[in-house]
């Protein structure tokens, strides 16, 4: 059975770039465009990796993130940020409430697939 993502971005030519890629790598792939919405789609789909915006029109990137390390039911889902938001004080932001990557845009699908698949694999292993 195929991993899912969610990919979770207010720009739907970024999560269609990121849906063909990941779809192409053989992943099943869910998209969400606001914060409630991914919130959603996590508690009925529990996806295996999320890929997540920080600007967001409702709830950010980083409160997504800690919304989702509060539950034990989400709090090991690993997350990676994807956003134009390229300063270190976010970057170090993101990863300090839980996100396990970080990636600017502009980015590579096929570096974004190749960490995609890498986490995964960490993921498994453990």
Known sequence: MPSTIL?????RDVTDLVSFHLNRAGFNVLTASCGREALDTIDVNHPDLIILDLM?????????CEILRRHEDTAKIPIIILTAW?????????????AIDYV????SPKKLVERVKHLLSLRESA
């Open 56 to 64: 967001l029109p409702d709830i950010d990137g980083f409160g997504i």
């Open 7 to 11: 990919s979770v971005d207010d720009e």
């Open 86 to 98: 390229a300063t270190n004080d976010a970057q170090h932001l993101g990863l300090e409430l839980g």
């Open 104 to 107: 600017t845009k502009p980015f």
